[in-house]
């Protein structure tokens, strides 16, 4: 148990230190890919950035505003292997669909009372039973889905909720059909920055243009991007994979605050990081000329214990913030958001090719607690809470703000997902249960797949 000193738990109770260390060990190995993490296992080795893996450590009590914390976590060791996305020879076409020809028929009959000129609002509707689902399988995406997140790989027993589909109001969505969506997006790159949620996203993304088959044709492209395995990092900080039938592109950079962040002593390996609050990765900078369509998402790292494990020192304009107000974890967040969606507006001017869409907040359910206090979400039966929402408005008021005026669009899942409770990875682990669950990562298929549908659908 090398890191436990680390722990400056002020609880006396044993049994939850006894907890949290056996989580954050196996967090190790699992949690959102981070090319500038530590693991405490070696904290020698690691690269030149602190961790994010480090912010487990329940140190978030001197958050300012209502921490979301919880984050990211995931609870089982991953057998991932990253030479296994490294790609075979065999000759199956990702866009030789083996799944049922799409009947649209069947999406229009929920229609017939509603006037198809009505305005598409896509994050309102209803979930409804569907046996087309899941769109991919969590046994055999195994190329793309991380182990971690697949369900059908864990000891979960109940998969009742992968049987269903978003239906919008007053749309007549297509079903998500990926050799037409191949066909659309030829030659063209799709991007997904943002946390592990993002990711999620992207893998998701991956296995429904996949059908979640064995797809050795696609290729590792990430090389093109920079993304490629630093010495001493534990994975790259994403990767990018090109399916070459369509010449297709579709990648993930990770990037948990949409921050610029700037080691401000390279040489140091304990050095603080200047978060530019008011900056853009630079990877966004850098790549966004490549980009088709970009989906931005961020929020369940502005929390001060995320911040503080980071060793992330809030920068505006170039300096190190004195702004007590500022400093407020709710009022930097909000300037970053409205930052990344003002620059990205004035980009769009000279990348009139680039559609650019950002993600509302994905909901944690976690009940009778938080992820560190014994928080779960144990319910199986879906929809327990009504499947239908209605609300006026957006549910995120600060990225609705942000994006008030500017051509990026809204990617409003928030209120659909908050319906999902029974949707996360729960306690489930490949090797067994755990007593701790993760209620903010979703299973895979799931949620995030919706996601991408409403995604799609607006592309
Ligand atoms: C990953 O897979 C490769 C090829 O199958 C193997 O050589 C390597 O030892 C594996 N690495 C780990 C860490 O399992
Ligand atoms: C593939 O798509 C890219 C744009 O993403 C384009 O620049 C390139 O020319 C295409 N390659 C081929 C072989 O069509
Ligand atoms: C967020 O920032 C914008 C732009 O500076 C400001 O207009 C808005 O009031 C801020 N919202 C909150 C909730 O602080
Ligand atoms: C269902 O809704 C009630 C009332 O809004 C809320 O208190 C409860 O936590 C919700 N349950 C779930 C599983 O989301
Ligand atoms: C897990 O929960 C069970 C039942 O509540 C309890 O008996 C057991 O001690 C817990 N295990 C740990 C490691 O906390």
């Known amino acids: 148990m090398k890191g436990g000193n680390i722990y400056s738990f002020r609880g006396r109770h044993v049994s939850v230190a006894l907890v949290a260390v056996v989580l954050f060990s196996t967090l190790l190995w ?4 981070n090319p500038f993490s530590i693991t405490l296992r070696s904290a020698q080795e690691w690269y030149h950035l602190p961790s994010e893996f480090a912010a487990v450590v329940p140190i978030d009590s001197v958050g300012t505003t209502k921490p979301e914390k919880g984050v990211e976590k995931s609870l089982t060791p991953s057998t ?3 030479t296994k996305l490294q790609l075979g020879v065999e000759g199956a076409s990702a866009v030789d669909s083996t799944l049922p020809e799409s009947p649209d028929i069947l999406y229009s009959q929920d229609l017939k009372s509603s006037s198809r000129n009505e305005v598409c609002d896509y994050a309102k509707g209803k979930w409804v039973a569907e046996s087309r689902r899941p769109l991919y399988s969590g046994f055999s995406c195994k190329q793309w889905l991380s182990s971690m997140w697949s ?3 864990t000891q979960r027993p109940d998969f009742s909720f992968e049987g269903y589909r978003w239906q919008p109001k007053n749309c007549d969505m297509q079903e998500f059909d990926r050799s037409k969506f191949l066909t659309k997006m030829k030659d063209k790159t799709i991007a997904f920055i943002g946390d592990s949620l993002g990711r999620q996203q992207f893998q998701s993304l991956m296995c429904m243009a996949t059908g979640g088959e064995e797809s050795p044709e696609v290729e590792n492209v990430g090389w093109e991007y920079g993304l490629v395995k630093h010495r001493g990092a534990i994975r790259p900080d994403g990767w990018a994979y090109r399916f070459p039938k369509t010449n297709t592109t579709i990648l993930y950079y990770w990037s948990a605050s949409l ?11 304990q050095t603080n990081v200047a978060m530019h609050l008011d900056r853009p990765p630079a990877f966004m900078r850098q790549f966004l000329h490549r980009f088709d369509v970009l989906v931005l998402n961020t929020g369940h790292h502005w929390n001060r214990g ?9 920068h505006v304009d170039g300096k190190q913030n004195e702004d007590k107000k500022l400093e407020e974890i709710a009022n930097a967040k ?8 003002k620059w990205l507006d004035l980009q769009l001017v000279s990348h009139p090719r680039l559609k650019a869409f950002f993600r509302t907040l994905s909901p944690r359910h976690f009940f009778n607690g938080d992820w560190n206090t014994g928080g779960s979400c144990d319910n199986t039966i879906p929809l327990s809470n009504g499947s239908e929402v209605s609300q006026e408005g957006s549910s995120d008021p600060v990225i609705e703000g942000a994006l008030k005026g500017t051509k990026i669009k809204i ?4 209120p659909l997902s908050q319906l999902r409770d029974e949707a996360h990875m729960s306690r489930y682990t490949i090797r067994g249960t755990l007593n701790s669950s993760d209620c903010l990562h979703w299973c895979l298929p799931g949620i995030p797949d919706t996601w991408n549908e409403l995604l799609v659908a607006q592309l």
């Open 334 to 341: 909000n300037l970053t958001i409205y930052s990344v969606s």
């Open 259 to 269: 921050c610029d962040l700037v080691p401000l002593n390279i040489k140091d390996k």
């Open 30 to 33: 699992t949690w959102e890919r």
């Open 306 to 314: 995320k911040l503080n494990a980071n060793r992330w020192v809030m």
């Open 80 to 82: 991932e292997n990253e």
């Open 411 to 414: 990617l409003d899942i928030t």
């Open 151 to 153: 369900c059908r790989m």
